[in-house]
Every structure is written in C-alpha cells, then in structure tokens.
C-alpha cells in the first residue's frame, strides 16, 4: 500500500513562519484543515504552533475537530445549505456566508438553541466564487441585522481559487471601503475583515495588505510552506512536510509506443505518445484512485512519469539502474495531489516527530 509521511514538527513550524508573517500587521490565521480532512493530529501540529481557529469546508471534518478540541473555535469555510444549519450551528461557531434564505435559516436555529452565531458576509470581489456582489451588500446587511441569534462579525472575501484573480491592494481595499461604508450606512462595527486564502500571504510578505484586513485562512501555507500566486516557499518554512511514497512493483525493458491500434483509454481519453526507443519501466504501487498524478513530483531527479491508470504509475527507471522490484519511490505533493493522498482510503498515513 502506499503511504504517506506527516512530519508534524514540520506543520508546526510552517505556523510559526506564517505567524511571525502576519504578527507585524495584526492579521489573525485561521488554520484551514480540509486538504487532510480534518485529523486531529495534524490540527493540533497548527495549534501547536499558535493557531487559535480551526476551519474546514465539511461539517463531516468539523464533527472531528470538536470532538478532539471542544475548547477550539471552529469555523465553516463553505456556505452552508438550507439541509445544514442545524448542524453548523451546532459545531461551527462562526461560518461564511452570502445567501438570505441561509441566513434566515441559521437565526431560527440559533433562537431554539438559545445560543449565538456568528457570521461573515462574503463578497464577490471577482474571483466568480462564492460571495455576493458588492452593489448587493447593502441589501443584505439591512436584512441581517434585526435577526436575532445571529452576530454579523465582518466581511469576507475569497480570491485565486475559482477564478484565479490575485489578491492586490486594489481589490482587499475595495473590501475594506464596503465595510466602512456599511459601518456608517448601519451605524455598526465590522471587527473581522477576511481577507482570502494561502494567496494573499505574497502581498502581506510586501507589506501591502490594507491594514483593517485582519484575518487569512491559511491551508496550503501551512501543509506546504508556499504562498499560492506563484507558489514560492515561504522563508523559513518547509515544502515537505509531506511525503509519499509507493513500491516499484514490476521493472522491465519495454518500448516507449504500445504496439496495435490506438483507441481511448480507460479514462476516454486518447493518448499520445513520444518514441524514446527501449526504458526500463517500472510499474509502481500507485494510481489515478489514489492521487492525481498530475499533483506527483518524483524526488529523485534520474526519473520521469510516463503515465498512470487508476492502479498503476509507470515510471521510467533507465537512469536508475540501482531501483529495482521492492524499491520505494518517494514524491512531493502540489495540493492537489496532497488533497488526493489524504482523502484516499488506499493511501496509508504515517505520523512522525
């Protein structure tokens, strides 16, 4: 079976980095744990190293989280659904939302819990995600406000991940301008201002994050030690936190085009193939069920992938002439190949440090 590595010490040092980051401009890091569904053992490597909200996009992980951390603030990245408030209310002290009909939802459960809840506004600052769009703000604000059982904490907003549109100055200051202007209109306070994702973390490295932007829900930071616009390591953090590594199962000299007629593969698709003449091609313990193999990058530079079913890798070994049947293979992960890895039942999780 494949596994993968969790060095914990390494989760909590990459918070420590992000922190130390953001602790210049009193932003506040909400540790994202959806890419690892939510394991204890991970979230507590981030409070670990200083985290004090924990969020996750499923009421599933959620569940997880507050059985392990009662004591925790929780909070619900994804909208919830009108089939869901009951148990948002229940495990997630604050959530993100942007629909009326929820909101409404969430007040009459929060009433016969006789209990609070807190949410964020999100608004649609031109990723195409979720949020509602800025003319409409005012709106829904007015709407929120009488609701009782509800406490409107801030605005939110997300960015780079739908749409890819990069965080910038320009477009958390427009945020920031709609949350003052709601301030006034309403004549309240706006203590949270969420100002997106593992994206935002470059513009607060320059410095250049408005100021009244006080929150970042940081995943993929944390879990990999990069900000997510162009993906560089963060100084000091470190991008291997997670390894996996899989079993070479069959090694054999074969040519590089199959040989008969070319139809769709077992994905519908039809493949393409270069003549690099006769490789050693190992098959390894590792497929398309259990990660994407485009999130897949071999830690050994004398290998290359050549492709993958849903079962099996095929990798080319010709420059590896010492791995054979038996040897393990190691990997580092993009997110998407990470989120993959955990999620997959097929994958085994090793904990160290």
């Known amino acids: 079976m494949p596994e993968i590595v969790i060095d914990l010490a390494k989760i909590t040092k990459n918070v420590e ?10 932003v506040d890091v909400v540790g994202v744990t959806k890419v690892f569904s939510g ?6 490597a981030m409070l670990a ?20 951390f009662p004591e925790t603030p929780l909070m619900l990245l994804r909208p919830p659904g009108l089939s869901q408030v009951d148990e948002t209310v229940a495990l997630a002290e604050v959530s993100l939302n ?10 009459r459960t929060a009433l016969k819990r006789q209990e609070s809840h807190r949410v964020i506004l999100m608004v649609d600052m031109g990723d195409l995600r979720e949020g509602i769009w800025p003319k409409e703000l005012p709106q829904l604000v007015a709407q929120v406000l009488p609701l009782k059982g509800l406490i409107l904490e801030g605005l939110g907003v997300n960015l780079a991940c739908y749409g890819g ?5 320009e477009n958390l200051g427009h945020l920031v301008e709609l949350a003052a202007v709601m301030e006034r209109e309403f004549r309240i306070s706006l203590p949270v201002i969420s100002g997106g994702n593992s994206a935002t973390l470059a513009l607060l490295q320059k410095g250049d994050v408005p100021p009244r932007v006080n929150q970042l829900r940081i995943g993929e930071g944390i879990v990999l030690g990069c900000e997510t616009v162009n993906r560089n390591r963060l100084p000091g953090a470190f991008s291997d936190a997670f390894i996996l590594k899989a079993e070479i199962l069959e090694s054999y000299d074969k040519p590089t085009i199959p040989i008969g007629s070319i139809g769709q593969d077992a994905f519908g698709e039809i493949p393409k193939f270069l003549d690099e003449g006769w490789r050693k091609r190992g098959i390894i313990a590792l497929g398309r069920q259990d990660v994407p193999t485009e999130g897949l ?14 079962d099996h890798l095929i990798v080319d070994l010709t420059e590896a002439p010492d791995l054979t049947v038996g040897s393990v293979l190691e990997f580092n992960l993009s997110y998407g190949g990470l989120l993959g890895a955990m999620t997959s039942p097929f994958v085994h999780k090793r904990y160290i440090n």
């Open 17 to 26: 980095v992000i922190k130390r980051i953001a602790a210049p401009y009193q």
């Open 39 to 44: 394991e204890p053992k991970i979230a507590a």
């Open 49 to 68: 190293g200083g985290i004090r909200m924990l969020a996750d996009s499923r009421l599933e992980n959620l569940a997880r989280l507050k059985r392990a």
């Open 98 to 107: 942007s629909n009326w009909d929820v909101l409404l939802a969430l007040s």
């Open 165 to 169: 549109v990069i965080p910038t100055s």
């Open 297 to 310: 990058e071999l830690r050994d530079a004398r290998l290359k992938i050549f492709g993958a079913s849903s």
